[in-house]
């Protein structure tokens, strides 16, 4: 069983950037990839970036593209999303995702934090 936890939400002003990690656990923690995605009230979850364990492949959301940059530590067991030129429509909770079984870019993952919040104000 693996164990995610986010960190690193909170509130900032349109332009702003704001950096969150996802620190994984559990007996040998192993995974192809770990993604972040993100929920805005009233929307479907929606796919933001992903990477490779090995390799450090990158995955993007074309919304944040450019913006947006995913990074893993493979020796702490964390993932980063370092989210710069926020936008009023980034707001939303920002959910971590390990072990996918399908597609890195759905929500084929097994294991899901709980969420940490994002709010970008105009």
């Known amino acids: 069983q693996v164990q995610l936890v986010e960190s690193g939400g909170g509130l900032v002003q349109a332009g702003g950037s704001l950096r969150l990690s996802c620190a994984a656990s559990?007996?040998?923690?192993?995974?192809?990839?770990m993604g972040w995605f993100r929920q805005a009230p009233g929307k479907d979850r929606e796919f933001v970036a992903a990477v490779s364990w090995v390799g450090g492949t990158t995955w993007y959301a074309d919304s944040v593209k450019g913006r947006f940059t995913i990074s893993r530590d493979t020796t702490k067991n964390t993932v980063s999303l370092q989210m710069n030129s926020l936008r009023p429509e980034d707001t939303a909770v920002y959910l971590c995702?390990?072990?996918?079984?399908?597609?890195?870019?759905?929500?084929?993952?097994?294991?899901w934090g709980q969420g940490t919040q994002v709010t970008v104000s105009s």
């Open positions: 995702a390990a072990d996918p079984r399908g597609s890195v870019v759905l929500e084929t993952y097994t294991s």
């Open positions: 559990g007996r040998s923690f192993s995974s192809p990839a």
